[in-house]
């Protein structure tokens, strides 16, 4: 993870994993206890709105020379799926947890209404986007993913000798790895003369682990085969102007409310002098800008090219870069959700969190493969399920242990397969610090010749275990 990640606090979601609780088919429902509210979400009524939040919002994007952000198409939401109030409900506990998105939904018995500023029940302001609700809950989005994992499990339980033809999967190593991009992402757990590196540990899991499921008959295709960037561009180079946009859309909820206060005349007056936004500028944010936004839109963009069936974004875990700990070993894994109430200004990560709200099937899917996967590791691995993620100072909701939602960058943007991100085990562990420094063992890639530690053999084993175990359910 990068060390902007591990800035951000986050809200970590249980589930309660029923054993076989799809049967014989994989169907999109839950194999866990969906966290069923007590009470109907009311429609959020707050009177009228104060419309000049986006008017002088719109002022300090102006005065700084950003352009507006255009609105989201809304075109590949799953809008002919059949979701109830109570269905749309439900999934939002696990996407909007901290209720920053309902601030701007209108959520009736009959539909929901999204909307560019807070929702106002008598302002006048269409909506951006509709979603009427079934009187019957038949959930059918994702159905050729749904159908299509559905042959796999077949084949599986057939016992075939290449139980996994047709299946597609990115396997995503996270970070960079070399002496240059540790230090800049701080992945890394140096020792005296010991290193472990977590972009090279990452890449060497996503080697072993393609084998594996290539031996299967898997069609598996790395984001990165080499240590660096996956993106083309360079840090000197690549064009930042996206990234401070965003970052500036993403302002709204978050830093940009409290000079919202000040009068239009203020704001054009004093905006450019504030730290946040001389922050944007600096070679720091601009390095950041490049490991969180422009090699991480490369990874995506690949992703969505190729249209896989499963995403898995392989990482591990360490607390400090310098120092090593022998508490915590546990390992987890992550499912799109859980935004932060400072993480909804973005009309982009509204429409991003729409679809992943829409998107029943695909998430209770990847929150079935995600359980499958860190029990089969924990076991092959011999490490426990994170079961308190106090690292984080996360706030947890009933359920089992070690699957949780998270708002990331791939995660959130991943709308047509099932998205996991895995943290294998604690790299700064002194248990594990000394077996990831022996460099033991000799693999190839398709060609590709690599010197890796012993231990990651385990890891590689628990995700084809966990990945076989979901299509045999």
């Known amino acids: ?118 929702f106002s029940l008598s302002g006048g302001i269409l909506p951006e986007y509709r979603f009427n609700f079934s009187r019957h809950s038949a959930p059918s989005d994702s159905e050729g993913l749904i159908n299509h994992l559905n042959q796999i499990s077949g084949q599986v339980k057939s016992n075939i000798a290449e139980p996994l033809q047709g299946l597609k999967i990115v396997l995503d190593p996270g970070h960079m790895g070399t002496d240059f991009w540790d230090e800049a992402t701080g992945k890394y757990v140096k020792l005296e003369d010991k290193k472990v590196s977590e972009g090279d540990l990452n890449l060497w899991t996503a080697y072993l682990v393609a084998n594996e499921l290539e031996d299967l008959g898997a069609m598996v295709t790395i984001t990165r085969t080499e240590a660096g960037p996956v993106t083309k561009s360079n840090l000197q180079n690549f064009n930042a102007t996206p ?22 005349a203020e704001i ?33 963009k690949i992703i969505e090219a190729l249209q896989p069936d499963i995403t898995l974004d392989i990482h591990y875990d360490a607390e400090d870069s310098t120092k090593l700990q022998d508490s915590n070993d546990a390992m987890e894994t992550f499912v799109p959700g859980g935004l932060l109430e400072t993480e909804s200004g973005s009309r982009l990560m509204r429409a991003y969190a729409m679809n992943q709200l829409l998107s029943v099937r695909r998430f209770n899917e990847s929150v079935n493969l995600a359980s499958e996967l860190v029990h089969a590791m924990s076991l092959s691995e011999g490490v426990s399920l994170e079961s308190v993620n106090g690292y984080y100072n996360a706030e947890m909701i009933k359920g089992k242990d070690g699957v949780y939602a998270r708002n990331l960058y791939i995660s959130a943007r991943n709308i047509t397969s099932l998205m996991i991100y895995v943290e294998c085990l604690h790299y700064d562990h002194v248990k594990e610090f000394n077996q990831l420094t022996e460099l033991t063992e000799s693999g190839i890639y398709r060609g590709i010749h690599f010197q890796y530690p012993k231990r990651i053999n385990a890891v590689a084993q628990g995700v084809k275990n966990g990945l076989l175990n979901y299509f045999k359910r």
């Open 268 to 300: 054009k007056e004093t905006i450019k002098e504030k730290p946040e936004v001389k922050k944007a500028y600096t070679s720091d944010q601009q390095e950041q800008f490049f490991i969180e936004g422009e090699d991480l839109e490369a990874r995506e």
């Open 1 to 118: 993870m990068s060390i902007h990640l591990l800035r951000l606090a986050f809200i970590s979601l249980f589930f309660a994993i029923g054993q076989g609780a799809l049967g014989d088919e994989i169907t999109g429902k839950p194999g866990y206890a969906p966290k069923v509210p007590k009470n109907s979400v009311p429609s959020l009524h707050h009177g009228l709105r104060n419309v000049s939040r986006l008017q002088k919002f719109s002022v300090a994007l102006q005065t700084l020379g950003i352009p507006p952000e255009a609105k989201p198409d809304f075109a590949e939401l799953p809008s002919h799926t059949a979701l109830t109030q109570t269905d749309f409900e439900t999934q939002l506990s696990y996407i909007d947890p901290h209720l920053g998105l309902r601030r701007y939904f209108d959520i009736t018995s009959t539909a929901v209404s999204t909307f560019q500023n807070f």
């Open 243 to 264: 990234f401070i946009n965003q970052y500036f859309y993403d302002s709204l909820d978050n830093w940009m409310e409290k000079y919202l206060a000040l009068d239009e």
